[in-house]
Structures are given as C-alpha cells and as structure tokens.
C-alpha cells in the first residue's frame, strides 16, 4: 500500500469531518433532483407497481453493497482521492487515471452541471424570469447538432457553480456547514414527502388500482435494441423481457443513487477515516435507500400508474403534491429541489476536486491542481472544476424528430435545444458502471496480493456480496451494450481518450514536491 506518501500531502489537509460531516456528504451527494423525476421512466419500462418498487429494491441493495465492499478499500487507503487510489493501487496507476480523468471530463463535471440546471430550472418556477428560453445571448448554430447559447436558466446554474466553487475555496469549515444544513434540510423535505404522500395523499381507488396485480406489467414502451443482431422486447414479452426492462430502467434508479463514494474522495480531511469512511457509507446509503423506497410508495398511493407514466416532464413528485395541494404543489415541489440541488451541487463541488488534487499529487494531472491554497483546500483544483462544469452548461444540442425535422417550441416558434451534458451523463453510465466493478474485483486482487495489510473493516458478506454485485453491475452494463449502443459506445471513447493524455503526462509531467506537514 501506498500509504501517505503516492497521492502526497493528506496531512495538509485539515481533519475537519467527523462522522456526521461525512454522513452528510454521502446523503447529500445522492440526493439531487433525479429521484422527483425518474421514476416515470421507470414505470414506463417495467409497467406495474410491484416491478417499479422491485426495480427501486434492487438498485437499493446493489448501491449499498458496493458502499459495504468500498468501506474496506476506504479503511485500508484511507488518502485523498478515493477511487481513483483504490484502482490505482489494485492495478496500475494507468486504470486509476482512466478513472480520473473520466471523473473530471463528464461524471463529476458533467453532473455539477446538471444539478445546477435543475436548481435554476426549478428556480424558475418560483421566479419566472429565470426561463430556458429568456435568452442573453441566443443560440448560435455551430453545426446541424450543436448550438451555443447563454439563458437566464444557464446564467444562473453557472452563478450557482461560480458561488459555491468560491465558498470551497475558503476553506472546508464553511463548505462543511453549508453541506450539513442543506443536507438535513432536504432529509426532512424527502420524508415530509413520504409522509404526506401516505398520509393524506393515499387513496383506496388509486391503491386499489395500482396493487390489484403488481407484477402484471401494462402500458410499456418498447425497448429497440441499436444492434439490428438484438431481437426488440417488452417488459410484456415474459421473463426475458421483464429481465431486459428491469436492466434497462436501472440507468435512472443507479443515477438518482450515484455518488455515495464521494466521501472517499475527501478521506484526508476525514477525522479517524479509517472507522468514519465506512460507517458513513453505510450510514449515508442506508438512510437514501430506504427514504427513496418509500417516496416511491408515497407516489404509488397517490397516483394511478398511468399518471406516474405519463407525468408532465417526468415530473412525478410535482404530479403528487399537486393531487393533494392542488395548485400550490408545484411550487412546495419547486422549493424541495431548489433546497436539493443546492446541497447536491455544494456536495460534488466539495469531493470531487480532491480527485484531480490526488491526481496531480502522482503526477498525472496539472500540477497546479496539486496544491493547497491557505486555507488548505486544492483551490485550483476547484477553480479547474468549476469552470469546466460551467462549460459543459454553454453547448446546446439542437432537436429533431423522427422524420428529421426540427422540433420547434410552440411558445417561440423557435427551434427546441438540449443539453450537452445530458448527453454526455447518457454516455458514461455503462462506463460508471464498469469502474465500479472493476473497483470491487480489486478488492478480491488485494486481499490476494495484500494478506497482511491493515483492515480495520473488512468487507461485509465477503466474497457473496462483492461477487453478487459483480454479477448483476456486468450483467446490466452488456444489456445497456446490446440495447442502448448508442449511450455506450461514446462513453467508452470519453474513457479511451484518457489513453493518450496518460501518456503525455507520463512522459512530461513529474510529482509536484510533498506540501510541508500541517501543524
């Protein structure tokens, strides 16, 4: 093991998260706006009230095994950059590069700059002036797929990365506080949602409706595989189908409840993160899991099935408070992910500069990315962060039918745009999911190759669980390769693109010297 000194300079860091602190972080980082919104692809794939709550279960039982198996890895290299050190250290620095460079490139930025849309999206509702299509600068056609554009909806998603990467760089005390409030506070928003979703939102007909045959699946969309080889299927096409669906509809279920491992990122600012890493992964994903649980219950009893299905813009939380709060629910509903997305964003901006800082400690990103300003927090790194998720916030993708033609925004009668980075996000899944896995048959390569290192955790359920999640995370990554090749196969060449900056950072880049040991 590597210890202290590959990644270099975890004793700059100040110790500042304790268990609670770090707790928050794992919750906070997961609960974003996708659990408000994805169910009703969910629904429409698998097509029945049992299947959607089995689809939530499994996705629950997978996220904390692999928080389970990762306390191990956590407790034994417990330095700052997290995952990238574990597959670095369980194969070579080149497979933990490929990682991080990934993280940076799309899966963190990529997902700051979805979340920060989603706060000024849902911002809008409450002040209509921040509009997707309030243009300060309109959008620039810069080929037949890509636009550029800058709206008060984009404008204030970047003030919001702009903010909180500023906030960060003051120090971990103030980032920190803002993570706990915002995080316990939205805790309590998911389970007033539970509450009053059962409470006084339940109804005899619509459970009745929804339970009367839970696992007979009704009103599916069809899944088209990409490869003419892959026969199409339904969740109504029998075990084969219903076992297709369930793998497919897992992308939403695994992104709502991605990004509990960012707390390895930021070990070296961990108190005693040797105990406090795993406690609060398990912790952090038990708590999201069974609050996501039941928030799908909350849907179920208030809404008929084809209502979840086919919920405006996916929208289903707005759906369900609006059946019981009438017009006021969409704006209850506005507030909560505001609050949300705020926590979320503060969250990923806070962990995920720790991995470039890791990165460049090993020579392998930057090396300005390598330091701590004075407040002892990779300042640049976070600076580098939050401009490129800033960024990734400009492109827009421009829409087209299925015939080809664009598709045009009835209020305007301008053409419609998407984001880039949804696109991207699409993309990386599979790869998501395969750095996981590899990061879990790396826990079976130590224990191999490292008998005798410290473990003050050891895996729980070793080796059933880690080699159960190996099973089903491969088992889900193939069915998105055969049915969803064109979301996977760009996100193998964004992973492959590290490749050749590997290797120019290999050959002109050197170690940044050890930062002087805090006092």
């Known amino acids: 093991m590597s210890g202290g000194g590959r990644s270099g300079g975890q004793q700059g860091f100040v110790r500042g998260l304790g268990l609670f602190d770090a707790t928050m972080v794992v919750a906070g980082s997961m609960i974003g706006s996708g659990i408000f919104i994805v169910t009703a692809d969910i629904a429409r794939q698998v097509g029945s009230s049992g299947w959607l709550l089995v689809g939530w279960i499994v996705t629950g039982a997978l996220t904390v095994i692999a928080a389970l198996s990762y306390g191990e890895l956590a407790a034994m290299m417990p330095e700052a950059g997290g995952q990238y050190v574990f597959l670095r250290e369980a194969y070579s620095p ?86 706990n409030v915002f995080t316990s506070t939205k805790i309590l928003s998911l389970a007033a949602l539970v509450l009053v979703g059962i409470i006084a939102g339940a109804s005899s007909g619509v459970i009745k409706a929804n339970f009367a045959h839970p696992f007979t699946p009704a009103e599916v969309v069809s899944i088209q595989p990409e490869l003419p080889v892959v026969p199409a299927t339904a969740a109504t096409a029998g075990m084969f189908g219903l076992l297709i669906a369930m793998c497919v509809a897992q992308v939403g279920s695994l992104f709502s409840t991605d990004a509990w491992n960012n707390i390895t990122f930021a070990a070296g600012e ?52 609006q059946t019981i709060f009438g017009g006021a629910g969409a704006s ?72 080809g033609a664009p598709l045009i925004d009835p209020a305007t009668g301008l053409q419609r745009y998407g984001n ?73 060449a964004i992973v492959l693109s590290g490749i050749p900056a590997y290797l120019l950072w290999r050959r002109f880049s050197r170690p940044p010297a050890p930062p002087a040991a805090a006092g």
């Open 94 to 179: 080149f497979w933990g590069f490929l990682y991080g460079w990934t993280l940076f490139l799309v899966i963190q930025t990529g997902t700051i700059a979805a979340v920060a849309v989603a706060f000024s999206r849902y911002l809008g509702v409450l002040v209509p002036s921040v509009s997707p299509t309030a243009w300060i600068i309109e959008p620039i056609d810069i080929s037949s797929s890509y636009a550029l554009s800058l709206s008060t909806q984009q404008l204030v998603g970047i003030a919001l990365l702009l903010l909180l990467t500023l906030i960060n760089t003051r120090g971990l005390a103030v980032g920190r506080m803002i993570q």
């Open 270 to 321: 961990v108190r005693d993160p040797r105990r406090t890493i795993p406690l609060a992964m398990a912790a952090g994903c038990a708590l999201v899991v069974v609050l996501y649980l039941l928030v799908n219950v909350a849907y179920l009893v208030t809404l008929p099935m084809p209502a979840i299905q086919g919920a405006p813009d996916d929208r289903v939380a707005t759906a369900a408070l």
């Open 332 to 403: 209850i509903m506005a507030v909560a992910i505001v609050i949300s997305t705020f926590g979320c964003s503060n969250g990923m901006i806070l962990a995920g500069a720790r991995v470039t800082y890791a990165m460049a400690r090993d020579g392998l990103f930057f090396s300005a990315t390598g330091a701590l300003n004075r407040f002892r927090v990779p300042a640049v790194s976070l600076v580098l962060q939050g401009l490129w998720a800033c960024l990734l916030i400009l492109p827009r993708t421009r829409l087209y039918d299925a015939a």
């Open 420 to 492: 880039v980075y949804s696109n991207l996000l699409d993309y990386v899944i599979f790869s998501v999911l395969i750095f996981y896995v590899l990061t879990l048959v790396g826990l079976f390569i130590l224990r191999r190759r490292r008998p005798d290192a410290e473990r003050p955790y050891r895996a729980f359920g070793y080796p059933l669980l880690p080699a159960l999640y190996i099973v089903v995370a491969s088992a889900i990554a193939v069915v998105l390769l055969l049915y969803k090749t064109e979301t996977t196969w760009p996100g193998l």
